[in-house]
């Protein structure tokens, strides 16, 4: 089979040396070409497109924002982000996930020796996932521990009979790579009678609270990263923090959230399986669960407990997925009623408040 050709822009020699031989080490993957600025590398791909391309954001003569737009407009290719976990580069790489890219990993500021042991594994598997992403979906639209945890490592399980039905409802939805476009799509479509929603996007810390307030400028309805003991109200959005679970639980008849720490679960913190397990836990047949675009398996196991709960739950379906590995995995688990297309996501939230 041949390898993934990958293609590293980024204005340190340094970190294209690392990154080169991060990848060229992983079986089936090629670095083709390294180069230092957006420029060298148009020059580069008259040569020949990889299947993938690794690329810094801020760098000299032409940014890295300028670079993906251009890249998509002209040939719609796997772009990862790979970038300085810093406040400032936070929200510029939130325009580059809207320009079109599929994921995010971060470099330290200092230290390659820590990314090499925190972040290396997930740099090469977000590029395998990557290879096979249906960047069409992007086109249209502008360190974590290696154990793999399930929910019980920060949730008891869900036990005792389902909760009644109430007139309060939430919607609680988790998503992977490409989830920062599939949610703009949804979450601007919602007026702001919408149910309120708990939501989980994996998003490294630093990086969730600049993609809030993106959404929230975009949208009719609040947009916010969760903070401990937040209600959840119609026609607003709660994100978890990056670094942190985010955990529904139930006040009477009103719904709040926690934001706490705890192992990685499906080596992501956040994690959808703790979100889910928790809607299942506090909400039982009051919630709506939606598993959404992404890699790996993470909340299969979570929606199939609010499905047990009497929830009601959807998947994204293949076609409108970037990457089609969540919501596959919790099909095959039978944890989904229906698999939906991103454009019909809304519509289902509107129709279940």
Known sequence: ????????????????QVLSALL????????????????LAIERLKAGWPDVIVLDVEMPRMDGISFLRRIMQERPTPVVIC?????????????????????????????LKQFLSESGEQLVATVRAAARANVRRLAVREGPSTAKL???????????????????????????????QALEEVLTALPRVSPGLVIVQHMP?????????????????AVKEAQPNDRVLPGRALIAPGGRHLVLRRNGAQYAVDVVDGPPVNRHR??????FRS?????????????????G????AGLLEMRQAGARTLAQDERSCVVYGMPKEAVRRGAVERSVPLEAVAREILQFG
């Open 205 to 221: 810390e630093k990086f969730t609270a600049a993609f809030a307030a993106r959404l929230d400028a975009l949208c009719e309805i």
């Open 150 to 180: 399930s929910a019980d490592a920060v949730l008891p399980a869900a036990t005792g009979r389902p909760l009644a039905q109430t007139t309060e409802r939430v919607v609680a939805i988790g998503t992977s790579t490409g989830g920062t």
């Open 83 to 111: 970038s300085t976990l810093t406040e400032k580069g936070a929200k510029t790489t939130m325009d580059a996930l809207a320009a079109g890219a599929v994921a995010i990993v971060t470099k330290p500021r200092l230290g």
């Open 270 to 275: 956040p994690s959808v399986d703790v979100l």
């Open 279 to 295: 809607a299942a836990k506090a909400a039982g047949a009051n919630a709506l669960g939606i598993i959404m675009t992404g890699m």
């Open 1 to 16: 089979m041949k390898p993934i050709q990958v293609m590293v822009v980024d204005d340190s020699a340094v970190v294209r």
């Open 297 to 300: 398996d993470d909340g299969a």
């Open 24 to 39: 060229d080490a992983a079986p089936g993957i090629e670095v083709c070409s390294a180069v230092s600025d957006p420029l």
